[in-house]
């Protein structure tokens, strides 16, 4: 069946560091998504990037398909960036596949 | 640009009880997709309506159900109520449904089931 892997789970940062999530996906992908859960439950969307390298201040994406990979980078954290990250990937129209997230914990 | 509009926010129920969930797409989305998030897990898709129809449905039993309104707003429907289905249910819109849009999520409506 189709997988979405996400690592590590857990992941502590002191704030000022900076870090890479990884999410690896089990088929060909048409579209994959990366949201930031905040502790009140809300979604952000991150990035849109079925292929390629997208940046948004101190975040960066590249999915690499043919490979079945998407890295989430992060620089120079902020406690508000504490949450969980989800990456979703998308397959056979619309029908989204969640990883089972990665929780990060920045500590001023 | 109003985003993603779910109501109620939060929902106490009964077990055996129904319980109706709303949600308004994103403005100038027609495709409106339901997931479960149960607590310390990724969200789970449900099902997906386009045109009024479901086009695509997740592992989910019967009793989940949904519609959608000819102004793409949607409900799911949850009857005969089990403890299990205590969750954050998320409503997420997008543009077509060829898959190739990003999908946009609402806040979500925490259900709890007593």
């Known amino acids: 069946g189709i997988q979405v892997e996400q690592s590590p789970p857990d992941l502590i940062l002191q704030e000022g560091a900076n870090s890479t999530l990884r999410c690896n996906f089990s088929?060909?992908?048409?579209?994959l998504q990366w949201f930031h859960q905040n502790p009140w439950g809300q979604l952000i969307n991150l990035f849109y990037?079925?292929?390629g390298t997208k940046q948004n201040g101190r975040l960066s994406a590249t999915t690499v398909a043919t490979e079945r990979y998407s890295l989430l980078y992060i620089s120079s954290s902020q406690t508000t960036d504490s949450g969980v990250y989800f990456c979703?990937?998308?397959?056979?129209?619309?029908?989204?596949?969640f990883g089972s997230g990665t929780k990060l914990n920045v500590k001023p | 640009d109003a985003g993603v509009t779910q109501s109620p926010t939060h929902l106490i129920k009964t077990r055996g009880q129904q319980v109706t969930l709303r949600c308004s797409p994103k403005?100038?989305?027609?495709?409106v997709s339901w997931y479960q998030q149960a607590l310390g897990q990724g969200p789970q898709f449900i099902f997906q309506?386009?045109?009024?129809?479901?086009?695509q449905r997740g592992n989910f039993p019967d009793r989940f159900s949904g519609h959608q309104f000819p102004n793409y707003s949607s409900e799911l429907n949850v009857n005969a109520l089990l403890l299990g289905d205590s969750a954050l249910y998320l409503c997420?819109?997008?543009?077509?449904?060829?898959?190739?849009?990003?999908?946009?999520f609402g806040d979500g409506t925490r259900l709890s089931i007593l």
């Open positions: 997420a819109s997008s543009l077509g449904r060829t898959g190739n849009q990003p999908q946009h």
């Open positions: 088929d060909s992908v048409n579209n």
């Open positions: 990037i079925p292929s």
């Open positions: 979703a990937f998308q397959y056979n129209f619309n029908k989204f596949y």
């Open positions: 403005s100038g989305h027609d495709t």
């Open positions: 309506y386009y045109e009024e129809e479901e086009r």
